[in-house]
């Protein structure tokens, strides 16, 4: 984990604190989320407090700072997929797992966030479940597919 913490950090150069995003962009992609000591040994490197880094970061929604579920639900909610129904996705996926955007479930199986547009309008709404498209997809089949990827997650 370090050592991807610092493999990113070295393709950077100290102090320049405008490649902060970029920088917890990549940590992020490499990692799956932003630690506690990603999130220090980067405001070391940029010479920014660890306030300061998580203020900027969690204006942005596209950062997290727990790691992903083993299932990762992306739902998307551009123009589209909204006008399509996405909303009601949303809601029952939050029904049916008991978190919020940006969370994992205690026991560490699902998480979900919401996304802007996944390049598939005419198939919406469109959700994508670790990394697998799910197209027209409406809200009654959610729980159906969360009950389908519990019995995966039980038997794996
Ligand atoms: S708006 Fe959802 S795929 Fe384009």
């Known amino acids: 984990m370090a050592n991807s913490i610092d493999s990113v950090l070295n393709k950077y150069k100290s102090g320049k604190r405008e490649d902060l995003i970029p920088l917890l962009q990549e940590i992020q992609e490499n990692m799956g989320y932003l630690s506690e000591e990603a999130i220090v ?24 700072f727990i790691p992903a579920g083993k299932i ?7 123009t589209s997929c909204f006008l399509n129904g996405s909303q009601s996705i949303i809601n029952k996926i939050k029904e049916e797992l008991g978190i919020l955007p940006g969370q994992t479930t205690r026991n560490g199986n699902f998480s979900y966030e919401i996304v802007s547009c996944m390049g598939g309008c005419c198939n919406g709404p469109v959700i994508n479940v670790n990394g697998q498209y ?23």
Do not use: M
């Open 41 to 64: 040994k980067t405001g070391n490197f940029l010479g920014l407090s660890t306030t300061k880094i998580y203020g900027l970061a969690t204006f942005y929604d596209r950062f997290r």
């Open 134 to 156: 799910h197209t027209h997809i409406k809200s009654e089949q959610i729980p159906e597919l969360i009950k389908r990827l519990k019995y995966v997650l039980e038997n794996d």
């Open 72 to 78: 990762q639900i992306r739902i998307c909610n551009g």
